[in-house]
Protein backbone atom coordinates (compact mmCIF):
# COMPACT_ATOMS: atom_id res chain seq x y z
CA UNK A 1 0.00 0.00 0.00
CA UNK A 2 1.17 3.34 -1.00
CA UNK A 3 2.27 5.92 2.17
CA UNK A 4 -0.60 7.92 2.01
CA UNK A 5 0.21 9.91 5.49
CA UNK A 6 -2.09 12.51 6.58
CA UNK A 7 -0.96 16.31 5.21
CA UNK A 8 0.76 19.02 7.68
CA UNK A 9 -2.01 20.51 8.54
CA UNK A 10 -3.78 17.55 10.59
CA UNK A 11 -1.06 17.03 13.27
CA UNK A 12 -3.28 17.43 16.58
CA UNK A 13 -6.66 17.28 17.45
CA UNK A 14 -6.79 21.28 18.57
CA UNK A 15 -5.56 22.75 15.11
CA UNK A 16 -8.00 19.86 13.18
CA UNK A 17 -11.27 20.42 14.82
CA UNK A 18 -10.52 24.13 14.36
CA UNK A 19 -9.98 23.44 10.56
CA UNK A 20 -13.00 21.12 10.00
CA UNK A 21 -15.18 23.95 11.56
CA UNK A 22 -13.74 26.32 9.32
CA UNK A 23 -13.87 24.40 6.14
CA UNK A 24 -17.47 22.78 6.95
CA UNK A 25 -19.15 24.70 9.36
CA UNK A 26 -23.23 24.32 9.56
CA UNK A 27 -23.14 21.01 7.74
CA UNK A 28 -24.00 18.25 10.74
CA UNK A 29 -21.47 16.57 11.79
CA UNK A 30 -22.74 14.60 14.79
CA UNK A 31 -26.37 12.82 15.14
CA UNK A 32 -27.34 11.34 18.60
CA UNK A 33 -31.20 10.59 18.93
CA UNK A 34 -33.33 13.90 17.77
CA UNK A 35 -29.95 15.69 18.36
CA UNK A 36 -27.64 17.38 15.54
CA UNK A 37 -24.39 18.94 15.61
CA UNK A 38 -22.81 20.98 13.06
CA UNK A 39 -18.84 20.92 12.45
CA UNK A 40 -19.26 24.67 13.85
CA UNK A 41 -20.92 23.68 17.20
CA UNK A 42 -19.08 21.01 17.54
CA UNK A 43 -15.74 23.62 17.76
CA UNK A 44 -17.83 25.66 19.92
CA UNK A 45 -18.68 23.35 22.54
CA UNK A 46 -15.22 21.54 22.34
CA UNK A 47 -13.97 25.54 23.26
CA UNK A 48 -16.35 26.04 25.77
CA UNK A 49 -15.41 23.23 27.78
CA UNK A 50 -11.73 23.89 26.95
CA UNK A 51 -12.05 27.47 28.45
CA UNK A 52 -13.85 26.43 31.19
CA UNK A 53 -12.11 23.75 32.46
CA UNK A 54 -8.84 25.86 32.13
CA UNK A 55 -10.57 28.54 34.40
CA UNK A 56 -11.63 25.62 36.73
CA UNK A 57 -7.95 24.89 37.21
CA UNK A 58 -7.44 21.83 34.69
CA UNK A 59 -3.85 22.82 33.32
CA UNK A 60 -1.69 20.65 30.28
CA UNK A 61 -0.92 17.42 30.92
CA UNK A 62 -3.64 16.87 33.44
CA UNK A 63 -5.49 13.60 33.47
CA UNK A 64 -9.45 13.65 33.74
CA UNK A 65 -11.79 10.70 33.88
CA UNK A 66 -15.05 9.71 31.53
CA UNK A 67 -16.57 7.61 32.96
CA UNK A 68 -19.51 7.77 30.96
CA UNK A 69 -21.81 6.35 28.27
CA UNK A 70 -22.64 7.40 24.49
CA UNK A 71 -23.01 11.09 24.48
CA UNK A 72 -22.14 14.42 22.22
CA UNK A 73 -20.87 15.68 25.70
CA UNK A 74 -18.46 12.38 25.45
CA UNK A 75 -16.92 13.84 22.35
CA UNK A 76 -17.13 17.60 23.24
CA UNK A 77 -14.97 16.46 26.22
CA UNK A 78 -12.01 14.45 24.40
CA UNK A 79 -11.78 17.62 21.77
CA UNK A 80 -12.27 20.06 24.67
CA UNK A 81 -9.17 18.51 27.14
CA UNK A 82 -7.12 18.01 23.52
CA UNK A 83 -7.42 22.01 23.13
CA UNK A 84 -6.01 22.40 26.37
CA UNK A 85 -3.07 19.79 26.07
CA UNK A 86 -4.78 17.27 29.00
CA UNK A 87 -5.05 14.19 28.86
CA UNK A 88 -8.64 12.32 28.28
CA UNK A 89 -9.00 8.83 30.51
CA UNK A 90 -11.60 7.17 29.20
CA UNK A 91 -12.93 4.43 31.60
CA UNK A 92 -14.95 1.04 30.63
CA UNK A 93 -18.14 1.27 32.01
CA UNK A 94 -17.78 -2.34 32.64
CA UNK A 95 -14.95 -1.64 35.66
CA UNK A 96 -16.52 -1.63 38.79
CA UNK A 97 -15.40 -2.20 42.52
CA UNK A 98 -11.57 -2.47 42.84
CA UNK A 99 -11.19 -2.53 39.39
CA UNK A 100 -12.64 0.98 39.04
CA UNK A 101 -11.18 2.12 42.12
CA UNK A 102 -7.70 0.79 40.59
CA UNK A 103 -7.91 3.04 37.24
CA UNK A 104 -9.26 6.10 38.76
CA UNK A 105 -6.61 5.82 41.01
CA UNK A 106 -3.57 5.15 39.01
CA UNK A 107 -4.59 7.31 36.72
CA UNK A 108 -3.28 10.11 38.90
CA UNK A 109 -6.60 12.22 37.71
CA UNK A 110 -8.09 15.24 39.65
CA UNK A 111 -11.30 15.50 37.78
CA UNK A 112 -13.88 13.00 36.51
CA UNK A 113 -16.77 13.72 34.74
CA UNK A 114 -19.33 10.58 34.89
CA UNK A 115 -23.57 10.27 34.56
CA UNK A 116 -26.30 8.77 35.61
CA UNK A 117 -26.26 5.34 34.49
CA UNK A 118 -22.64 5.20 36.38
CA UNK A 119 -22.95 7.01 38.98
CA UNK A 120 -23.93 4.40 41.32
CA UNK A 121 -20.72 2.50 40.36
CA UNK A 122 -18.46 5.45 41.06
CA UNK A 123 -20.38 6.30 44.31
CA UNK A 124 -19.27 2.78 45.65
CA UNK A 125 -15.31 3.57 45.57
CA UNK A 126 -15.80 7.21 45.77
CA UNK A 127 -14.33 7.51 49.26
CA UNK A 128 -11.01 5.15 48.47
CA UNK A 129 -9.95 7.47 45.66
CA UNK A 130 -8.70 10.60 47.23
CA UNK A 131 -6.85 11.88 43.68
CA UNK A 132 -10.19 13.14 42.67
CA UNK A 133 -11.27 16.28 43.83
CA UNK A 134 -13.78 17.90 41.34
CA UNK A 135 -16.80 15.89 40.32
CA UNK A 136 -19.52 16.88 36.98
CA UNK A 137 -22.09 14.89 37.08
CA UNK A 138 -24.11 14.70 33.29
CA UNK A 139 -27.41 14.41 34.15
CA UNK A 140 -30.24 16.28 33.24
CA UNK A 141 -32.54 15.86 36.43
CA UNK A 142 -28.86 17.20 38.38
CA UNK A 143 -29.70 18.93 41.34
CA UNK A 144 -29.42 17.63 45.16
CA UNK A 145 -26.57 16.36 45.42
CA UNK A 146 -22.67 17.99 46.40
CA UNK A 147 -21.41 17.75 42.84
CA UNK A 148 -20.69 20.31 39.87
CA UNK A 149 -23.41 20.06 36.78
CA UNK A 150 -21.53 19.01 33.93
CA UNK A 151 -23.90 21.60 31.92
CA UNK A 152 -21.71 24.95 33.97
CA UNK A 153 -18.97 23.76 32.02
CA UNK A 154 -20.92 24.74 28.49
CA UNK A 155 -20.49 28.39 29.96
CA UNK A 156 -17.20 29.03 28.71
CA UNK A 157 -16.11 31.22 25.59
CA UNK A 158 -17.10 29.56 22.36
CA UNK A 159 -15.05 31.51 20.19
CA UNK A 160 -11.88 31.04 20.55
CA UNK A 161 -9.47 28.17 22.18
CA UNK A 162 -7.51 28.51 25.60
CA UNK A 163 -3.90 30.16 25.01
CA UNK A 164 -2.17 26.42 25.00
CA UNK A 165 0.88 25.03 23.60
CA UNK A 166 0.07 21.13 22.21
CA UNK A 167 2.18 18.65 19.84
CA UNK A 168 1.27 15.82 18.10
CA UNK A 169 3.45 13.62 19.94
CA UNK A 170 1.81 14.97 23.27
CA UNK A 171 -0.66 12.33 24.83
CA UNK A 172 -4.08 12.29 24.17
CA UNK A 173 -5.66 9.73 25.82
CA UNK A 174 -4.85 7.07 28.66
CA UNK A 175 -6.74 3.95 28.13
CA UNK A 176 -6.77 1.34 30.41
CA UNK A 177 -7.04 -2.27 28.90
CA UNK A 178 -7.48 -5.57 30.90
CA UNK A 179 -7.04 -8.74 28.61
CA UNK A 180 -7.54 -11.23 31.74
CA UNK A 181 -9.00 -11.54 34.83
CA UNK A 182 -5.68 -12.17 36.89
CA UNK A 183 -4.18 -9.12 35.58
CA UNK A 184 -4.85 -5.31 36.82
CA UNK A 185 -5.27 -2.78 34.06
CA UNK A 186 -2.65 -1.26 31.96
CA UNK A 187 -3.00 2.43 30.98
CA UNK A 188 -2.35 2.71 27.38
CA UNK A 189 -0.83 5.92 26.13
CA UNK A 190 -2.14 7.76 22.94
CA UNK A 191 -0.49 10.84 21.44
CA UNK A 192 -2.87 13.28 19.27
CA UNK A 193 -1.43 12.28 15.93
CA UNK A 194 -2.08 8.61 16.30
CA UNK A 195 -5.84 9.49 16.75
CA UNK A 196 -5.27 11.85 13.34
CA UNK A 197 -3.54 8.90 11.91
CA UNK A 198 -5.81 6.09 12.23
CA UNK A 199 -8.89 8.38 11.02
CA UNK A 200 -7.03 9.43 7.86
CA UNK A 201 -6.00 5.72 7.16
CA UNK A 202 -9.72 4.53 7.60
CA UNK A 203 -11.33 7.62 5.88
CA UNK A 204 -9.26 8.03 2.70
CA UNK A 205 -6.54 4.87 2.77
CA UNK A 206 -8.88 1.83 3.89
CA UNK A 207 -12.62 2.28 3.09
CA UNK A 208 -12.90 5.89 0.90
CA UNK A 209 -15.12 7.90 3.07
CA UNK A 210 -16.62 10.24 1.55
CA UNK A 211 -18.67 13.43 2.61
CA UNK A 212 -22.04 12.03 1.69
CA UNK A 213 -21.36 9.10 4.42
CA UNK A 214 -23.13 8.42 7.52
CA UNK A 215 -21.08 6.37 9.87
CA UNK A 216 -23.18 4.61 12.17
CA UNK A 217 -22.00 3.22 15.61
CA UNK A 218 -23.46 1.83 18.90
CA UNK A 219 -20.03 0.83 19.90
CA UNK A 220 -18.85 2.80 23.44
CA UNK A 221 -16.71 5.64 22.53
CA UNK A 222 -13.75 4.32 25.46
CA UNK A 223 -12.51 2.21 22.68
CA UNK A 224 -10.14 3.23 20.55
CA UNK A 225 -11.83 1.39 17.51
CA UNK A 226 -14.68 3.57 17.82
CA UNK A 227 -13.16 7.22 18.18
CA UNK A 228 -10.14 7.09 16.14
CA UNK A 229 -12.04 5.31 13.08
CA UNK A 230 -15.86 6.54 13.90
CA UNK A 231 -15.41 9.80 14.80
CA UNK A 232 -12.14 10.99 13.58
CA UNK A 233 -12.79 9.03 10.67
CA UNK A 234 -16.27 10.91 10.25
CA UNK A 235 -14.20 14.20 10.84
CA UNK A 236 -11.31 13.73 8.35
CA UNK A 237 -13.79 12.35 5.79
CA UNK A 238 -16.14 15.80 6.04
CA UNK A 239 -18.85 13.08 6.88
CA UNK A 240 -21.37 12.07 9.60
CA UNK A 241 -21.01 10.40 12.85
CA UNK A 242 -23.61 8.96 14.35
CA UNK A 243 -24.28 7.36 17.62
CA UNK A 244 -26.64 5.20 19.60
CA UNK A 245 -25.80 4.42 23.12
CA UNK A 246 -26.27 0.84 23.00
CA UNK A 247 -26.53 -2.01 20.52
CA UNK A 248 -30.09 -3.15 20.37
CA UNK A 249 -30.57 -6.04 17.28
CA UNK A 250 -34.41 -5.58 17.63
CA UNK A 251 -33.89 -1.74 16.48
CA UNK A 252 -30.24 -2.15 14.25
CA UNK A 253 -31.70 -1.95 10.98
CA UNK A 254 -34.67 0.61 11.65
CA UNK A 255 -32.09 3.12 13.35
CA UNK A 256 -29.97 2.16 9.98
CA UNK A 257 -32.73 3.05 8.03
CA UNK A 258 -33.78 6.26 10.17
CA UNK A 259 -30.32 8.01 10.54
CA UNK A 260 -29.75 6.82 6.07
CA UNK A 261 -26.66 5.47 7.57
CA UNK A 262 -24.02 4.22 4.83
CA UNK A 263 -21.37 2.43 7.28
CA UNK A 264 -21.78 0.52 10.69
CA UNK A 265 -18.99 -0.69 13.07
CA UNK A 266 -19.42 -3.70 14.30
CA UNK A 267 -17.36 -5.60 17.04
CA UNK A 268 -17.50 -9.31 17.87
CA UNK A 269 -20.36 -11.29 17.36
CA UNK A 270 -22.83 -8.32 16.10
CA UNK A 271 -23.20 -9.51 12.62
CA UNK A 272 -24.29 -13.45 13.89
CA UNK A 273 -26.63 -12.01 16.36
CA UNK A 274 -28.15 -9.66 13.33
CA UNK A 275 -27.74 -13.08 11.24
CA UNK A 276 -30.19 -14.71 13.72
CA UNK A 277 -32.76 -11.94 14.05
CA UNK A 278 -36.37 -12.58 12.15
CA UNK A 279 -36.67 -11.31 8.76
CA UNK A 280 -38.00 -7.23 9.16
CA UNK A 281 -39.01 -4.72 6.68
CA UNK A 282 -36.38 -2.46 7.56
CA UNK A 283 -33.56 -4.71 6.44
CA UNK A 284 -34.80 -5.13 2.99
CA UNK A 285 -34.14 -1.87 2.24
CA UNK A 286 -31.42 -0.57 4.29
CA UNK A 287 -28.89 2.27 2.54
CA UNK A 288 -25.81 0.32 4.68
CA UNK A 289 -23.33 -0.63 2.60
CA UNK A 290 -20.27 -1.06 4.63
CA UNK A 291 -19.58 -3.12 7.49
CA UNK A 292 -16.59 -1.87 9.55
CA UNK A 293 -14.83 -4.12 12.80
CA UNK A 294 -13.26 -6.68 14.37
CA UNK A 295 -14.54 -10.52 14.72
CA UNK A 296 -12.69 -13.41 16.96
CA UNK A 297 -11.11 -15.13 13.48
CA UNK A 298 -13.14 -18.09 14.04
CA UNK A 299 -13.67 -20.71 11.08
CA UNK A 300 -16.89 -20.18 11.05
CA UNK A 301 -17.04 -16.53 10.00
CA UNK A 302 -16.51 -17.03 6.25
CA UNK A 303 -19.88 -18.70 5.47
CA UNK A 304 -21.35 -16.06 8.06
CA UNK A 305 -19.73 -13.12 6.04
CA UNK A 306 -21.05 -14.83 2.91
CA UNK A 307 -24.70 -15.07 4.29
CA UNK A 308 -24.90 -11.79 6.23
CA UNK A 309 -23.80 -9.85 2.43
CA UNK A 310 -26.50 -11.67 0.81
CA UNK A 311 -29.10 -11.27 3.29
CA UNK A 312 -28.33 -7.61 3.95
CA UNK A 313 -26.81 -6.13 0.98
CA UNK A 314 -23.51 -5.06 2.91
CA UNK A 315 -19.89 -5.18 2.44
CA UNK A 316 -18.89 -6.89 5.18
CA UNK A 317 -14.85 -5.31 5.77
CA UNK A 318 -12.99 -7.58 8.53
CA UNK A 319 -9.51 -6.35 10.16
CA UNK A 320 -7.13 -6.97 13.51
CA UNK A 321 -5.91 -4.23 16.07
CA UNK A 322 -5.68 -3.78 19.68
CA UNK A 323 -5.87 -1.11 22.07
CA UNK A 324 -2.09 0.13 21.50
CA UNK A 325 -1.61 0.06 17.68
CA UNK A 326 -5.98 0.22 16.74
CA UNK A 327 -5.42 -0.49 13.10
CA UNK A 328 -2.92 -3.49 12.10
CA UNK A 329 -4.51 -4.91 9.09
CA UNK A 330 -7.92 -4.58 7.40
CA UNK A 331 -10.03 -5.83 4.21
CA UNK A 332 -11.22 -2.80 1.84
CA UNK A 333 -13.33 -2.03 -1.23
CA UNK A 334 -11.45 -4.13 -4.37
CA UNK A 335 -8.82 -5.85 -2.03
CA UNK A 336 -10.20 -8.55 0.51
CA UNK A 337 -10.05 -11.94 1.33
CA UNK A 338 -13.26 -13.32 3.55
CA UNK A 339 -12.09 -15.44 6.38
CA UNK A 340 -8.74 -12.77 6.52
CA UNK A 341 -8.68 -9.89 8.43
CA UNK A 342 -6.74 -8.28 5.66
CA UNK A 343 -3.20 -6.90 5.09
CA UNK A 344 -1.34 -4.35 6.69
CA UNK A 345 -2.13 -0.52 6.82
CA UNK A 346 0.04 1.95 5.24
CA UNK A 347 2.16 2.61 8.29
CA UNK A 348 2.07 -0.88 9.57
CA UNK A 349 5.16 -3.51 9.56
CA UNK A 350 3.82 -6.68 10.54
CA UNK A 351 5.33 -10.32 11.57
CA UNK A 352 4.61 -13.69 12.74
CA UNK A 353 6.91 -14.98 15.45
CA UNK A 354 7.62 -17.42 17.81
CA UNK A 355 8.51 -17.88 21.40
CA UNK A 356 12.07 -16.09 20.42
CA UNK A 357 11.06 -13.77 18.38
CA UNK A 358 12.16 -15.40 15.32
CA UNK A 359 9.69 -15.30 12.16
CA UNK A 360 8.19 -17.93 11.03
CA UNK A 361 7.68 -19.59 8.23
CA UNK A 362 4.53 -18.58 5.76
CA UNK A 363 1.63 -20.22 6.85
CA UNK A 364 2.80 -21.18 10.41
CA UNK A 365 0.98 -20.11 13.30
CA UNK A 366 3.26 -17.12 15.72
CA UNK A 367 2.36 -13.90 17.71
CA UNK A 368 1.72 -11.07 15.53
CA UNK A 369 4.09 -8.12 16.51
CA UNK A 370 3.70 -5.06 14.97
CA UNK A 371 5.66 -1.54 14.48
CA UNK A 372 5.57 1.85 12.70
CA UNK A 373 6.51 3.35 9.71
CA UNK A 374 5.32 6.54 10.65
CA UNK A 375 6.18 8.10 13.98
CA UNK A 376 3.61 8.82 16.75
CA UNK A 377 1.21 6.53 15.12
CA UNK A 378 0.84 3.95 18.08
CA UNK A 379 1.36 4.17 21.77
CA UNK A 380 3.83 5.85 23.71
CA UNK A 381 3.93 3.73 26.79
CA UNK A 382 2.02 1.92 29.42
CA UNK A 383 1.26 4.62 31.82
CA UNK A 384 3.49 4.41 35.15
CA UNK A 385 4.13 0.90 34.14
CA UNK A 386 7.85 0.79 32.78
CA UNK A 387 7.86 -2.90 33.47
CA UNK A 388 5.14 -3.82 31.22
CA UNK A 389 6.33 -1.27 28.22
CA UNK A 390 9.38 -3.21 28.18
CA UNK A 391 7.70 -6.15 27.60
CA UNK A 392 5.14 -4.70 24.94
CA UNK A 393 8.15 -3.41 22.93
CA UNK A 394 11.19 -6.16 23.61
CA UNK A 395 13.35 -6.68 20.28
CA UNK A 396 11.94 -3.01 18.84
CA UNK A 397 8.44 -4.87 17.74
CA UNK A 398 4.91 -3.95 19.47
CA UNK A 399 3.62 -7.42 20.27
CA UNK A 400 0.21 -7.68 20.74
CA UNK A 401 -0.69 -10.91 22.03
CA UNK A 402 -2.69 -12.39 18.89
CA UNK A 403 -1.87 -15.19 17.35
CA UNK A 404 -2.16 -15.88 13.76
CA UNK A 405 -0.50 -16.71 10.66
CA UNK A 406 -0.09 -15.11 6.87
CA UNK A 407 -0.63 -16.28 3.71
CA UNK A 408 1.48 -16.20 0.66
CA UNK A 409 -0.33 -13.51 -0.35
CA UNK A 410 0.30 -11.46 2.44
CA UNK A 411 -3.48 -11.71 4.24
CA UNK A 412 -3.71 -12.11 8.29
CA UNK A 413 -5.26 -15.09 9.41
CA UNK A 414 -6.30 -14.25 13.07
CA UNK A 415 -6.62 -17.28 15.56
CA UNK A 416 -7.22 -16.03 19.09
CA UNK A 417 -5.69 -13.90 21.60
CA UNK A 418 -3.23 -16.00 23.70
CA UNK A 419 -5.16 -15.37 26.72
CA UNK A 420 -8.25 -16.90 24.96
CA UNK A 421 -6.07 -19.73 23.07
CA UNK A 422 -4.98 -23.51 23.68
CA UNK A 423 -1.99 -24.70 22.69
CA UNK A 424 -2.75 -28.56 21.06
CA UNK A 425 0.95 -29.17 20.33
CA UNK A 426 3.38 -27.96 17.13
CA UNK A 427 0.93 -29.63 14.83
CA UNK A 428 -1.82 -28.23 15.40
CA UNK A 429 -0.76 -24.76 17.12
CA UNK A 430 -3.16 -22.50 18.75
CA UNK A 431 -7.06 -22.41 18.50
CA UNK A 432 -9.42 -20.21 20.18
CA UNK A 433 -11.28 -21.11 23.03
CA UNK A 434 -14.22 -18.48 22.64
CA UNK A 435 -14.80 -20.00 19.19
CA UNK A 436 -16.09 -23.31 21.46
CA UNK A 437 -17.81 -21.34 24.36
CA UNK A 438 -19.71 -19.52 20.89
CA UNK A 439 -20.48 -23.00 20.09
CA UNK A 440 -20.95 -24.08 23.72
CA UNK A 441 -23.18 -20.99 24.08
CA UNK A 442 -25.29 -21.69 21.15
CA UNK A 443 -27.05 -24.71 22.76
CA UNK A 444 -30.25 -24.28 23.95
CA UNK A 445 -29.85 -25.21 27.51
CA UNK A 446 -26.70 -23.51 28.15
CA UNK A 447 -26.89 -20.23 30.17
CA UNK A 448 -23.10 -19.51 29.84
CA UNK A 449 -19.80 -21.56 29.46
CA UNK A 450 -16.17 -20.99 29.84
CA UNK A 451 -13.31 -22.89 27.81
CA UNK A 452 -9.66 -23.40 29.08
CA UNK A 453 -6.69 -25.65 28.64
CA UNK A 454 -5.83 -27.96 30.90
CA UNK A 455 -2.10 -28.79 30.19
CA UNK A 456 -0.63 -32.44 30.07
CA UNK A 457 2.94 -33.79 30.72
CA UNK A 458 4.10 -33.18 27.22
CA UNK A 459 3.10 -29.30 27.82
CA UNK A 460 0.35 -29.17 25.01
CA UNK A 461 -2.91 -28.36 26.59
CA UNK A 462 -6.53 -30.52 26.84
CA UNK A 463 -9.64 -28.96 25.99
CA UNK A 464 -11.68 -28.44 29.41
CA UNK A 465 -15.49 -26.59 28.92
CA UNK A 466 -17.17 -25.59 31.87
CA UNK A 467 -20.89 -24.89 31.63
CA UNK A 468 -23.32 -22.76 33.50
CA UNK A 469 -27.18 -24.60 32.56
CA UNK A 470 -30.04 -22.64 32.32
CA UNK A 471 -32.49 -22.95 35.23
CA UNK A 472 -34.37 -26.37 35.25
CA UNK A 473 -32.25 -27.16 32.02
CA UNK A 474 -31.88 -31.06 31.65
CA UNK A 475 -28.73 -31.62 29.87
CA UNK A 476 -25.58 -33.70 30.42
CA UNK A 477 -22.18 -33.76 29.19
CA UNK A 478 -22.95 -36.15 26.63
CA UNK A 479 -25.24 -33.52 25.48
CA UNK A 480 -22.77 -31.02 24.89
CA UNK A 481 -20.05 -33.00 23.58
CA UNK A 482 -22.66 -34.45 20.79
CA UNK A 483 -23.46 -30.73 20.61
CA UNK A 484 -19.86 -29.63 19.65
CA UNK A 485 -18.81 -32.24 17.56
CA UNK A 486 -22.00 -31.58 15.05
CA UNK A 487 -20.04 -28.39 14.83
CA UNK A 488 -16.67 -28.39 15.60
CA UNK A 489 -13.71 -30.16 13.75
CA UNK A 490 -12.31 -32.87 16.22
CA UNK A 491 -9.64 -31.27 17.57
CA UNK A 492 -11.72 -28.95 18.71
CA UNK A 493 -14.19 -30.74 20.64
CA UNK A 494 -13.73 -30.84 24.20
CA UNK A 495 -12.11 -33.39 25.73
CA UNK A 496 -13.07 -32.53 29.16
CA UNK A 497 -16.64 -30.97 30.21
CA UNK A 498 -17.85 -29.67 33.98
CA UNK A 499 -21.41 -28.28 34.90
CA UNK A 500 -21.33 -25.44 37.31
CA UNK A 501 -23.71 -23.72 38.88
CA UNK A 502 -21.56 -20.51 38.08
CA UNK A 503 -18.40 -19.29 37.12
CA UNK A 504 -15.68 -17.58 39.41
CA UNK A 505 -14.88 -13.72 37.94
CA UNK A 506 -12.97 -10.51 38.47
CA UNK A 507 -14.90 -7.14 40.12
CA UNK A 508 -14.72 -6.25 36.57
CA UNK A 509 -16.48 -9.41 35.47
CA UNK A 510 -13.89 -11.00 33.77
CA UNK A 511 -14.22 -14.99 34.28
CA UNK A 512 -11.07 -15.94 36.27
CA UNK A 513 -9.69 -18.47 33.49
CA UNK A 514 -6.43 -18.93 35.23
CA UNK A 515 -8.12 -20.18 38.47
CA UNK A 516 -10.42 -22.85 36.50
CA UNK A 517 -7.21 -23.94 35.12
CA UNK A 518 -5.74 -24.89 38.24
CA UNK A 519 -8.93 -26.59 39.35
CA UNK A 520 -7.13 -29.60 36.70
CA UNK A 521 -9.78 -32.65 35.24
CA UNK A 522 -10.38 -34.40 38.64
CA UNK A 523 -14.31 -33.42 38.65
CA UNK A 524 -14.87 -33.34 35.11
CA UNK A 525 -16.76 -35.65 32.43
CA UNK A 526 -14.22 -37.51 30.37
CA UNK A 527 -14.85 -38.37 26.69
CA UNK A 528 -12.00 -40.94 26.57
CA UNK A 529 -14.22 -42.26 29.37
CA UNK A 530 -16.35 -44.72 27.40
CA UNK A 531 -17.32 -42.18 24.74
CA UNK A 532 -16.63 -42.31 21.25
CA UNK A 533 -17.27 -39.74 19.01
CA UNK A 534 -18.89 -40.23 16.01
CA UNK A 535 -17.19 -39.24 13.19
Known sequence: MVDNAPPEEFRTIRDTV???????????????????ISYRELNQYANAIANEFR????????????????SPE????????????????????????????????HSDAETICFDASTRPEYEMVRSDVPNISTE???????????????????????????????????????????????????????????????????????????????IFTTLPLYSSFTFQIGVMGALLADAVFVLEEQFDPSRFWSQISDYDAT?????????????????????????????????????????????????FGVTVLEGYGVTPATIATYNHPGNRQLGSVGTEASYVDLEIVDGDDWPVSLGETGEIVVRPTRPHTMMKEYYENPTATREAFRNQWLH???????????????????DNSIYRGRVDGRISSLEIESVIDAHPGVHQSTVVGVRNEQGNEK????????????????????????????????????????LPRSPSGKIRK??????????????????????
Request: with cysteine; proline share 4%.
Open 400 to 418: TGGIGYKDEEGYLYFIANR
Open 18 to 36: ARKAAQNGDKTFLNYRNRT
Open 263 to 311: VFLYLSRMLSVLQNQDVTSDETDNPAELAIGHSFGFATDKELFHNFEDR
Open 463 to 502: IKALVVPKDEADITPVNICRHCEQQLPYLKVPRYIELRED
Open 136 to 214: YLLDEHADGHDYRNFEQLLAGNRNAPPESTVSQSDPLTVIYVQRTAAERPKGVVIPHFAYINTGWEAARNLFEFSADDR
Open 74 to 105: YVFAVFALAKIGAVSVPIDTRFTDETLQYVLT
Open 514 to 535: RDLKAEGTADAWDRKSGYELSR
Open 55 to 70: ARGVEPDDHVCLFMYN
